[in-house]
């Protein structure tokens, strides 16, 4: 297993957030939604948010292996008989077939953005409305997580 790209993948969510949550792009948006105001923003250790969300990106990165690539189902199916010969040569001809089948940015993306419609947007949905958030709120948080799966899923599908 190639962990690069997992690490990789784990700063997308703050290079996309920098760029989503810019006050020219969704930042004043979310900020009124949220209800957030620049001295609830100073008051944050940002060392510490940072640190948190990349080793929570981190984790996200590694379980997304599960959600894009298909090779992955194999071994969880396998993963309490693998010291058993006929599972490690069923493993070993089903990798020789088929390893490389659907490992694309493209499916990985597509993916990505099916875990974020069908993933985040019911987690975030319920708790922005019993929040009594908008939509908007919803749907700039719902966007960013969809965009930034997207292009996680893609790097860990291509590369991982």
Known sequence: MNFLP???AALIPTVVGFIWYNPKVFG????KAAEMTEEKMK???MAVVFGVSLLLSVM???VLQTVVIHQMHIYSALMNVMDQPQAQ?????????????FRTF???????T????FIVLPVLGTNALFE????????????????????MGGVVCQWA
């Open 6 to 8: 997992i690490l990789g």
């Open 28 to 31: 004043t948006a979310w900020m």
């Open 43 to 45: 008051g944050a250790n």
């Open 60 to 62: 996200l990165s590694f």
């Open 89 to 101: 040569e069923l493993l070993k001809t089903f990798m020789d077939n088929y390893g490389t089948e």
């Open 106 to 112: 493209k499916h990985g993306a597509l993916h990505g």
């Open 114 to 117: 099916i875990a974020g419609i």
């Open 132 to 151: 009594r958030k908008g939509w908007k709120y919803i749907l700039v948080n719902v966007g960013y997580w969809t965009v930034t799966l997207a292009l």
